[in-house]
């Protein structure tokens, strides 16, 4: 004859806190999106640092170029000033051409070298922003 027979199952799960769990992935998922944020900013400073020194290097080739341009320039007023004063010029309009441009290169050559000094500044500022922003601070040891 048959028998009855019984079966069962026992499961047994530790209780855990799945609060507590729940906040610890969390944070550190936050802590995952805040540290991508930083990587994404550091790169960001990275590619203006980058583009500012190239900046820089183009001026300093504009300078070197404006103030040998400025050099001729001069040297051209004074063979004016010269062919005037031998006579061997007629109006005193080419020696005051000849002047407008020494001193139009003269100016083009402050305004690269005062370029050349926002771009500096703007370099310094970008270094105070990343050293200020990831607690780079360099101690002196005089």
Do not use: C
């Not at 500012?52 to 080739?61: A, E, K």
């Not at 300078?63 to 320039?73: D, G, T």
């Not at 051409?97 to 500044?121: D, F, G, M, T, Y």
């Amino acid at each position: 004859a048959n028998k009855p027979l019984t079966m069962g199952i026992v499961y047994t799960k530790s209780l855990e806190n799945t609060k507590e769990k729940s906040e610890a992935n969390s944070k550190r998922a936050s802590l995952k999106a805040l540290d991508a944020k930083h990587k994404k900013q550091r790169l960001e400073l990275s590619l203006r640092l980058e583009t500012l020194y190239d900046r820089l290097d183009s001026i300093d080739i504009l300078i070197e170029q404006s103030s040998r341009l400025s050099s001729l320039s001069e040297h051209s007023t004074q063979l004016e000033e010269e062919k005037y004063e031998q006579g061997r010029s007629s109006s005193y309009q080419f020696v005051l051409s000849a002047q407008n441009q020494w001193l139009s290169s003269r100016i083009a050559v402050e305004r690269l070298k005062q370029q050349k000094e926002s771009v500096i500044n703007q370099i310094h500022l970008l270094l105070d922003i990343y050293t200020q922003k990831y607690n780079l601070g360099f101690e002196n040891h005089d």
